[in-house]
């Protein structure tokens, strides 16, 4: 299935290894990139720290502290919100869920 246009975004998610502190830096130039799109100045963007599932992974405290996110959340002009997942054993995903039925509006 193609990717829709940028124009067509109505929310964006970004999705970090909350386990992989060596990619942190690399992550967050990423974010910024993305953040800074003329395209997606308005877009919700939902950042996932994901992988708490492993022994090894960083906080939301950590991360949030490492990617700079209270400076970043202040200089986006779009909403950001951040939650902690694991796809694997289904942590997080409730929040998710919501912040989507939030965003997009709940079809029931």
Known sequence: MPTP???LLLLFQFVVD??????VSSSCVQLLSVLSAAQLA???VLVLF???DLPCYMS???????FRMQDIVSC????ITMLETSARDGTGLPDVLQ??????GDPR
């Open 18 to 23: 909350a386990a992989n502190p060596t990619q």
């Open 60 to 66: 939301l405290a950590e991360m949030k502290s490492l």
């Open 5 to 7: 246009p940028l124009s």
């Open 42 to 44: 308005s877009v919700p």
């Open 50 to 52: 994901n992988k708490i």
């Open 99 to 104: 912040w989507l039925r939030a965003t997009l």
């Open 76 to 79: 986006a002009t779009q909403p």
